[in-house]
């Protein structure tokens, strides 16, 4: 795994347009984009799930590790990786507050800061 480079991060971290695409069955054909919120934390780029840890595209990028990202006109190849998710750790109060900033305008910002959403979160890395 790569890290981000500052170009691309601040492309994806600057645009509302992010879609995530998790691998089929198969391990190498894309799922139907989904559209949902990401932000970035420390150079690391993270997204959860609005309908938490049921969600179809959360559960499908636990059983691949892997799928594609389109977020400001550009697609990248990913893995994915789940984190701590313990409500209340350094690593969601840092996400929550990354979520905050970009969304405070959104009347959908209350629900992807709940414990429900931090259960779902991923961290998004190049491939």
Do not use: C
Not at 2 to 31: K, M, N, V
Not at 41 to 48: A, L, Q
Not at 54 to 63: D, G, P, V
Not at 95 to 116: F, G, N, Q
């Amino acid at each position: 795994m790569t890290a981000w480079s500052q170009d691309a991060l601040q492309q994806i971290a600057g645009t509302d347009d992010f879609h995530i695409s998790p691998y089929r069955e198969d391990g190498a054909t894309p799922g139907t984009p989904t559209w949902i919120w990401s932000v970035a934390v420390d150079g690391n780029v993270y997204v959860r799930a609005y309908n938490g840890t049921a969600s179809r595209w959360y559960q499908a990028a636990l059983r691949q590790r892997a799928g594609r990202i389109r977020a400001g006109g550009a697609e990248w190849e990913v893995a994915f990786e789940p984190v701590d998710n313990v409500p209340g750790s350094a690593l969601q109060e840092a996400v929550d507050a990354a979520y905050r900033a970009k969304y405070a305008d959104s009347p959908y910002l209350a629900p992807m800061v709940s414990a429900r959403t931090q259960a779902a979160t991923i961290r998004v890395l190049p491939r």
